[in-house]
């Protein structure tokens, strides 16, 4: 399968995931919104799969069809590697109380239908968390950062210039987590911070 999502391997923030998922100090990845699986995806797996142990990504994608998409492009890879999975982990009361995103009322927001359609399967999350991407929805990433921050030693955000400039700015202010990366110049910006308990990049 070509990478040639919207996260490439060959960019930056696709090297720096690619890196986070060669890293055997860290066994258990999670992304948020799956798109056709030819993105970040894709950039995880490159790594995932070429090592013998239990390292694993679970990807959540709460957009039916490209869902569909994603197993047809992510049948080949070993399912003791992925776990691929229809649904949203939060629910749409968990939303930040927000009218209004990038222009865009909440109720009118294409991934905010999504979620509401999408089954609820928060409890196909792992128990324990290395590294998140989150990559969902506008309203989404808020909510799922909101639930699993104090679960996860490595973060990953895209678009922080918009969709997740607000868990950003957390970040910046925190004297929990380590910027690594803090690009606000390539894709709408992104940004990577490790906790600083954790001692492992």
Known sequence: MKNDGEIKIVQSFGKRIAELSQNREYEVYVETGTMHGNGSTLCFLVAILDRNDKSKLYTFETNSSFYKIACA??????????????????????????????????????????????????????????????????????????????????????????????IRNEILKSSQWEVIDDQLHERNGWLCAKRKDNNTL
């Open 73 to 166: 492009n992510l049948k080949e890879f070993d399912a003791a590697k992925i776990e691929y999975v229809y649904g949203s982990i939060v629910e749409y009361s968990d939303l930040p109380d927000w009218k209004v995103w990038n222009t865009t009322l909440k109720e009118d927001y294409q991934y905010n239908k999504d979620l509401l359609a999408a089954p609820y399967v928060g409890d196909k999350l792992p128990s324990q968390i290395d590294v998140l991407l989150l990559d969902s929805g506008g309203w989404s990433r808020q909510a799922e950062w909101n639930k699993l921050k104090d679960r996860i030693k490595v973060i990953l955000l895209d678009d922080t210039l918009v969709s997740t400039n607000h």
